[in-house]
């Protein structure tokens, strides 16, 4: 990967015609050289490959874009590497794809967020097992969290790892996971009752293969994704599959989530610069009574909210990407405000866009149809927009009380 050497000579705008996106926020000082270049390689290589990516079938087409970031060696930044995530290269990653394909997006996210446990807080064997499949394209990997009754109450998990002789037994069921049907490993978190609530979770690398495995029901979106229910009925694990500490699941999750949380932010600014981008071709090429529609004060005044939401956003992103890679233990307050505004304004900015484009924005298979579609499960996913609003008040009220 060129991700080293001396800044190339970014121009203002890169890409096809029609994805023409802003990249001067790579000049910011929360980026190194290594950024822009890795920033530049992706956006060629996203141009020339992924227009032609067949999305007839989702299953095969995300298994085929697994396989094309693996082979382009993209993949090589989905998990830690010595011991670290690179927050911002993970963030750059999912804002390019997603500003060129919301399922490329979505399928680099998930080798990420499947193995990125395992690349914390696995073994040596875990990892020579597994990353090398996931990092090279050649085994798809899934986040097994949600369950049907806690949502994002990760502490009220109810589904089961029992110990027993040399084997965990898991019990239970799992929903709404993503990549669920098509990956091959999963990393599962099950209640094995060290202690109440949150502290009695541990987590697992679960191969799909295993007796006792199902895939109960794929569920279908409005934004078509590989998601499943799974149920885990006397599941037989060895001990060895145990990732990191016993009872120590909660704060594996905690910190795959608080780096991917912030990246699912960058995903949402990606749908939100290519939103602004068909917004900007639209109303300098529509005419309206013989001038462009760019030239209604209001049409000028939804271009202009909707540059300064995406600047915003690309600003609290890198903040939080940043403040992560420079140390900080955790950017609980960071990614959290990130995910919130990016993806409710990305879902602003997207509806502006279609308004502008009139009739033609509700056309099924127009971009910014397929753009308000994507959006959406961004705001839910991850933590609500809610949950981040609680999350974000309490980080507030500590600090103050703290200080």
């Known amino acids: 990967m060129g991700t080293s050497g001396a800044r190339p000579q970014t121009p203002e705008y890169l890409g096809k015609e029609e994805t023409m996106a802003d990249t001067t926020f790579l000049n910011w000082p929360f980026f190194e050289d290594r950024h822009r270049a890795l920033a530049a390689e992706l956006e060629a290589w996203a141009a020339d490959n992924l227009s032609a990516v067949d999305h007839s079938d989702t299953d095969a087409a995300c298994g085929h874009l697994v396989s094309m970031l693996g082979e382009a060696g993209f993949l090589e930044h989905s998990g830690a590497t010595d011991g670290r995530l690179d927050v911002r290269s993970l963030s750059i990653i999912r804002e390019t794809l997603a500003r060129y394909d919301g399922l490329a997006d979505f399928a680099f996210a998930m080798q990420g967020l499947g193995t990125g446990a395992i690349s914390l807080f696995g073994t040596d064997a875990q990892k020579e097992e597994w990353l090398t499949k996931t990092r090279s394209g050649k085994a798809i990997s899934a986040f097994a969290l949600t369950e049907p009754q806690s949502g994002s109450d990760v502490a009220n998990s109810t589904m089961t790892a029992t110990l027993d002789g040399d084997d965990y037994v898991l019990n239970g069921e799992k929903t709404w996971i993503s990549n669920g049907g098509i990956a091959d490993v999963y990393t599962v978190f099950a209640r094995t009752g060290e202690a109440p609530g949150a502290r009695g979770l541990s987590a697992f690398v679960v191969p799909a293969d295993l007796p006792g495995f199902e895939v109960v029901e794929r569920l279908e979106t409005i934004a078509p994704h590989p998601l499943a229910t799974l149920r885990f009925t006397e599941c037989r694990i060895p001990k060895s599959a145990l990732l990191g500490a016993a009872g120590a699941g909660f704060k594996v999750a905690m910190s795959v989530l608080d780096v991917f949380r912030t990246t699912v932010a960058a995903a949402a600014l990606g749908f939100a610069r290519r939103a602004l981008d068909e917004a900007l071709t639209r109303v300098s090429t529509r005419q309206v009574q013989g001038a462009p529609l760019f030239d209604l004060q209001m049409v000028q005044g939804h271009i202009a909210d909707m540059a300064l ?94 200080g």
Do not use: C, N
Request: hydrophobic share 45%; no cysteine; net charge positive.
């Open 309 to 402: 939401d995406v600047d915003a956003a690309a600003l609290l992103v890198y903040r939080a990407g940043w403040t992560k890679d420079s140390g900080a233990p955790r950017v609980t307050r960071e990614a959290a405000m990130a995910k919130l505004f990016s993806t409710d304004q990305a879902q602003q900015v997207i509806d502006k866009a279609v308004q502008l484009h009139g009739g033609d924005g509700v056309r099924s298979g127009e971009t910014v149809e397929k753009l308000y579609r994507e959006i959406r499960a961004l705001r839910i996913y991850e933590g609500a927009s809610d949950v981040q609003r609680v999350v974000i008040a309490r980080q507030a009220l500590a600090a103050h009380q703290g």
